[in-house]
């Protein structure tokens, strides 16, 4: 598998994660939380693996917690109703134009 596959993967366990976090109303429902502790185990497995497959750590983690804040945030907004403004987006945007920043870097 691809270091930006396996990238993806982590993503989506962590974020998954986060909403179930949510969703466990501290810890007391039972199946958000296992949710929590699975998805963050896979999230940290598949991104050890992408650091094994050559992707540099600045790079990786900055995509990594870069996507997962936006698509917490965007989530969040869509699905269990907290808020979103003009002003989160903005900041949205800049994380992720600094994610490309990195990555542009590297390729000098």
Do not use: C, D
């Amino acid at each position: 598998m691809g270091a930006y596959l396996l990238l993806a993967v982590a993503i989506a366990g962590e974020v998954t994660a986060t909403i179930s976090l949510k969703l466990s109303e501290g810890f007391s429902k039972p199946i958000p939380s296992v949710i929590v502790v699975l998805g963050y185990g896979l999230a940290f497995a598949m991104l050890a693996q992408v650091l094994k497959a050559g992707l540099p750590i600045g790079v990786a983690y900055a995509i990594w917690a870069a996507a997962g804040v936006a698509l917490v945030a965007l989530i969040g907004a869509v699905f269990l109703n907290e808020g979103f403004n003009w002003t989160m987006g903005a900041g949205l945007v800049l994380v992720m134009a600094g994610v490309v920043l990195l990555e542009v870097g590297r390729a000098h």
